[in-house]
């Protein structure tokens, strides 16, 4: 789409964010879901996947996305605007993943 190629033009995603994981920001990202993403969404009445182990996570990311945590919200969710306000409340990531 036309649109989207001025959008990104205009404003580049910064390259720090299409640069794979560390595992450090792995093992950063696995705490942050397990300690504070899913009781958020528990909070707010969804369900969650099972969690994996630590190790599993890490090595499934890359492939799998290693713990699909958003997986029932985004079919629980009625409208953009309540998607919108569950990812406010509980964001997906932390906001020190990328530095």
Known sequence: MIATYVCDMKY???PKYEQPLTDSQLIALYAYLR??????LIALGFDIPPRPSEQTFVDTYRETGGWPI????????????EWNAVNQQCPQVPPDLYG
């Open 12 to 14: 580049p995603l910064d």
């Open 35 to 40: 300690d504070s993403l899913a009781p958020c």
């Open 70 to 81: 958003y997986e029932g919200v985004a079919s629980a969710v009625s409208d953009e605007a």
